[in-house]
């Protein structure tokens, strides 16, 4: 496994996309997000804090799923900028009127100031120009036997448009997605312990090549640091359509579309004592004992 940041994905554009605030979470990532609340049910410990990583992006309608499951926990909603945090604020914070306001812990839409025993990220990591540092920042938000859940794209995400833009001599369509296996090996090396990880594939379908861009339009952009650098014409879209629309329609007549969706939960041990295999005394410590002992 490599150390160093993603080779394909730009640095720059990576930040224009994490502050981007979509008028609403892309379908994907709400079902994701539903698909590993669901997987909460395996965990057995309660957390009395717990951390909402970018929901602004990553998902919005199952925050308050995660509020009803750990009704007394005092939640946190962190944002990369202050105007998703405020869009965080007006649209998830609990109504007047719901009991889980008065009733449960008040939402906290900042950074919490102590570590927190739960850390939910969906969607967040495959689009960060270095998502080890990213981990590292997890695990530091995280008290000790606190855990992360997290989700993303891996490898197979779009696998049928490679080949096609390929064939038409194009860039690649994404930059490249990571393997769950490489993620578990980042999660130890940044001090996480028992990574657990698992993957799906989700086929969506779509009636027309429109639909289609629209929905990649919203899951994020093109990151690739190979990209076309430039805008592309109104030819070379018509282009894109009809090549969608050839290579892609599958045996009920809709287009088809791959997505690799990998999940990981990790705990966060406590710190090992390291202790060294040597001793090391000062030269003039040692000259000051052969003096002592010296007949």
């Known amino acids: 496994m490599s ?10 554009a ?6 981007q605030l979509p008028e609403q979470s892309p379908w994907l990532h709400e079902e994701v997000a539903r698909r590993m609340e669901d ?27 995660l509020v009803q499951r750990y009704p007394k926990a005092q939640c946190f909603v962190q944002e990369g900028s202050a105007v998703q945090a405020q869009a965080a604020r007006a ?20 950074a919490p100031a102590q570590p927190v025993q739960m850390l939910w990220a969906n969607m967040a990591l495959h689009m960060a120009a270095d998502p080890q540092a990213l981990i590292q920042r997890w695990h530091a938000a995280l008290e000790v036997d606190g855990y992360l859940m997290f989700s993303c794209l891996g490898p197979d995400t779009l696998c049928e448009l490679r080949p096609l833009y390929a064939s038409l001599g194009w860039p ?23 990574p657990v990880m698992d993957m799906e594939r989700i086929t969506l379908t779509y009636t027309s090549a429109d639909t289609l861009l ?8 093109n990151l690739h640091t190979e990209r076309f650098p430039a805008l592309r014409g109104r030819q070379w879209r018509n282009t894109l359509g009809a090549a969608l629309e050839r290579t892609l329609r599958g045996p009920d007549g809709r287009l088809q579309l791959t997505f690799e969706v990998v999940y990981g939960h990790a705990f966060k041990p406590p710190p090992k004592l390291t202790v060294s295999s040597e001793t090391r005394v000062p030269l003039e410590e040692m000259r000051r004992s052969l003096r002592q002992i010296k007949p």
């Open 3 to 12: 150390t160093q940041r993603p080779p394909t994905i730009d640095p720059q």
């Open 14 to 19: 990576a930040t224009r996309w994490a502050a």
């Open 214 to 221: 629209a929905e990649l339009r919203g899951l994020g952009r």
């Open 91 to 110: 649209q998830l914070q609990q109504a007047w009127w719901k009991p889980a306001r008065w009733l449960g812990a008040a939402t906290q839409f900042a």
């Open 39 to 65: 997987r909460l049910q395996w965990i057995t410990r309660t957390p009395a804090s717990w951390l909402h990583w970018g929901p602004m992006q990553g998902g919005r309608q199952v925050h308050e799923q």
């Open 172 to 194: 690649a369509p994404s930059h490249d997605f990571t393997d769950m296996h490489d993620w578990g090996d980042m999660l130890v090396h940044a001090g996480f312990a028992e």
